[in-house]
């Protein structure tokens, strides 16, 4: 075998791998997201199933708070109620842990702004083609 060859496959399978783990695809509200009315659910997507944790959600300039209960089984989707918010800058942060292992942790924001025009939601967080 080719010794070019056998480092392509070699490198082809460490690729995969390394895009096995789980990540944030998208959410809702999305990342970098302005709404002007506060969100009932928080609802994240992620690339395939993965166990949550640990989420919280805090109001820039005031405590944290960890959202529960979180659930207790893996899944692709996650959607969690939120308690009333009120306008503001918001940062929700999360852990995973997906079927191999690997623990990825991440963070999202959005904006609570009555008075402003709506953003579109970014693209797709996924960063595979």
């Known amino acids: 075998m080719n010794m070019s060859f056998a480092l392509l496959i070699t490198g082809l399978g460490f690729a995969t791998l390394c895009d ?6 998208d959410s809702q509200p ?23 944790t640990a989420l919280a959600l ?37 852990r995973v842990v997906s079927g191999d292992g690997h623990i990825m942790s991440g963070e999202l924001h959005f904006t609570i702004d009555p008075s402003a025009r709506p953003t579109a939601p970014k693209a797709s967080q996924d960063q595979t083609p």
């Open 20 to 25: 096995a783990h789980a990540h944030l695809k």
């Open 30 to 52: 999305a990342d970098g997201s302005v709404v002007t009315i506060a969100p009932d659910n928080l609802v994240l997507r992620f690339s395939e199933a993965a166990r949550v």
């Open 58 to 94: 805090h109001r820039v300039g005031e405590a944290e708070r960890k959202l529960v209960p979180l659930p207790t089984a893996p899944a692709q989707q996650v959607t969690l109620p939120l308690s009333k918010l009120g306008p503001g800058k918001y940062v929700v942060t999360y």
